[in-house]
């Protein structure tokens, strides 16, 4: 019955968890599905640019409301993007401002990132080329510490736009050739290719403007080499000829500009067409070209049929020069004032001037002073520019490395503490995986040298027994047989009873302590010698010249014992009447040589040679056997 009730107790336990959890999962899920609805109405093209906004603003509200850092700057993204799309750059660029402030608050570096951009490319479509500067400024800072060079590059290229407009020619050139040095270090691809193209296009734009032809000619010649798109060859083409008119040379300028001619007749746009035939027909007139004057005059009817303000401005101003060059002054000042008409109604102050230049030859009056209050207020104007860019460039490049240094901490904070935290607990796993293997490995060298060491002990014991057996015993027994016989002398008792001492003392000796802290030499050199007798010869040469003192006890002992185990398999097996061991030094090495004259044999590895080769391996040395059968044999010790 109690196993009952807890069972019940249980199951209702878990159903209230359930619907608990699952009641709080749709309330979030609600709370979430109302940000992403909002989100996703602001990027519906179906609801139209105006409707889009009003949900972007909704989506912007609830997520301050709710906290939602995420949303909060997708909506302001969205936001910014709406009202450039509009033409609303003001508030483009201020909703970009707003972005800037919440993803440095939200520590979002993709979205500092994305601020940044739309702060710089808003400001120069709003024409704030002053803040659009600073603006790209600070986004190839951080698009430097983010290693992105296409995006560094990109900022490059409309730094350089801005410099140009500005007037500052040689920064404009100093800043485009550092984006084309970055462009020649990435792989080759449709991106960087047009990359190339503009800033090579940009770059022979500013050498004409500088008077230096030649080096803008090479510019051109090189993207005739590296793009063959229509929209690319009536650009350079066009930029060619312009280059070749400034210099006076018009046959190549109208063999320029026909090619231009000819491919937009190709593509059929009545624009380019027109720019085209234009361009043609007045450097034709130059060289007094008949049919020049008419074909400037379709050039200006195909303007007209197509509204081109811009097009119908260079029309009028090239009919004026045409005019100009023939000293009609009617038709200068007929075409002269086209031009002024047309650059009011663009706003176009130097367009404005450019006409005016013509006019103020003609007649003197309003327009001069005119003329004259434009021109200045312009060079005062680009005056300001070019000092507030130089003051604006000086700040900047002032504190850039402070600058830089505070947003890579700033940026990389949340990494680093994440790094961290992951390096951490890495580390306390290594540690842990450590530690385990540490004891593993501890149990299993002290399983191993238990095992290692029982099995020396019963190899000892077997070796100790069997000579106890096959030398003593056998001895002893001989021994009592012959005192059971009659007629046995006791000196000959005595005389085997001697053998039989020696015989112990030798295996006592063989497996008793060594001391090996003094004269190692001698008990080295005594052992060796001892195995000398009638029948076998031992020598030992330079054994006193090694430095025993750079050996360890162990590894001394071991040497001895190895030595031992040689001699002793030598005396019972070899039947050698020489035996020469030769020591000597080989660099920070000892190397012993063994040589006997014995009858040699087959070389099999039984338990005596695989002791010697497992003590000599347990010290770091090594041990080679050769032998063959009638050969002697030879054994090579290095320690």
Request: net charge positive; charged share 25%.
């Amino acid at each position: 019955m109690k196993s009952i009730k807890n069972s019940f107790l249980f199951f209702c336990i878990y159903v209230a968890s359930f619907l608990l959890t699952g009641n709080m999962g749709l309330f979030a899920q609600k709370k979430t599905d109302s940000l992403s609805y909002y989100f996703n109405l602001s990027e519906d093209k179906a609801q139209g640019l105006q409707n889009n906004l009003k949900y972007a603003n909704k989506l912007i509200n609830t997520a301050i409301k709710e906290k939602n850092a995420y949303y909060l700057l997708n909506g302001l993204n969205r936001k910014s993007f709406l009202h450039s799309k509009i033409g609303d750059y003001n508030m483009a660029i201020e909703t970009a401002k707003m972005l800037l402030k919440e993803s440095k608050k939200a520590k979002d570096s993709q979205n500092l990132l994305l601020a940044y951009r739309k702060l710089s490319d808003y400001s120069r479509l709003n024409d704030s080329l002053l803040s659009a500067y600073t603006f790209y400024q600070e986004h190839k800072a951080l698009n430097i510490l983010f290693k992105d060079t296409l995006e560094v590059i990109r900022d490059l290229r409309f730094m350089s736009s801005i410099q140009y407009r500005l007037g500052l020619l040689y920064e404009s050139e100093s800043t485009a050739v550092e984006a084309v040095t970055l462009l020649d270090h990435l792989k080759e691809n449709e991106i960087t290719t047009n990359a190339k193209i503009g800033l090579y296009n940009h770059l022979g734009i500013i050498y004409k403007e500088i008077g230096s032809y030649d080096r803008a000619l090479e510019l051109y010649n090189k993207l005739l080499s590296i793009t063959s798109a229509h929209q690319h060859l009536n650009i350079i083409q066009g930029n060619i000829a312009n280059v070749y008119k400034e210099q006076g040379k018009y046959p190549l300028a109208i063999n320029a500009f026909k090619k231009v001619y000819e491919n937009s007749l190709r593509t059929n746009n009545k624009k380019d067409i027109a720019r085209a035939l234009n361009n043609l027909a007045f450097t034709r007139s130059k060289l007094n070209d008949p049919d020049a004057l008419k074909d400037m005059q379709t050039a200006l009817a195909l303007r007209i049929s197509e509204n081109d303000y811009t097009g119908l401005f260079s029309s009028y101003i090239a009919l004026t020069e045409y005019f100009a060059d023939r000293n009609d002054n009617a038709n200068v000042k007929l075409y002269a004032n086209k031009a002024y008409d047309v650059a009011v109604k663009t706003n176009n102050k130097l367009d404005r001037i450019k006409a005016l230049s013509f006019i103020i030859e003609l007649e003197n009056g309003r327009k001069v002073a005119e003329y004259k209050h434009l021109t200045d207020s312009i060079a005062t104007a680009q005056q300001k520019n070019e000092n507030k860019f130089l003051y604006v460039k000086y700040n900047y490049n002032k504190k850039e490395k402070e600058a830089q240094q505070i947003k890579l901490k700033y940026i990389q904070s949340e990494l680093k503490a994440t790094k961290e935290k992951f390096n951490k607990t890495i580390y306390q796993m290594i540690a842990v995986i450590g530690l385990l293997l540490t004891i593993m490995l501890y149990f299993i060298i002290k399983s191993r040298h238990k095992k290692e060491k029982l099995q020396e002990v019963y190899i000892t014991e077997s070796r100790i027994s069997k000579k106890v057996h096959d030398e003593v015993a056998n001895d002893v027994y001989h021994i009592m047989t012959k005192l059971q016989s009659d007629g046995i002398s006791n000196d000959y008792i005595l005389d085997d009873l001697e053998q039989v001492y020696n015989k112990t003392r030798d295996i006592s000796k063989e497996n008793s302590m060594i001391d090996v802290q003094e004269n190692y030499h001698e008990i080295l050199k005594e052992l060796l010698l001892s195995y000398k007798n009638d029948q076998i010869n031992v020598i030992v040469h330079n054994i006193s010249k090694i430095n025993w003192d750079s050996l360890s006890d162990l590894k001394k002992i071991t040497l001895f014992r190895i030595l031992q185990e040689l001699m002793t398999n030598m005396r019972k097996h070899s039947k050698a009447s020489l035996v020469a061991l030769s020591f000597k030094t080989s660099g920070n090495k000892i190397v012993i040589d063994y040589k006997d004259n014995g009858i040699g044999c087959n070389l099999v590895k039984h338990n005596g040679l695989h002791n010697t080769e497992n003590r000599m391996a347990s010290i770091n040395g090594t041990i080679t056997f050769e032998t063959e059968t009638g050969k002697g044999f030879k054994v090579q010790i290095t320690i």
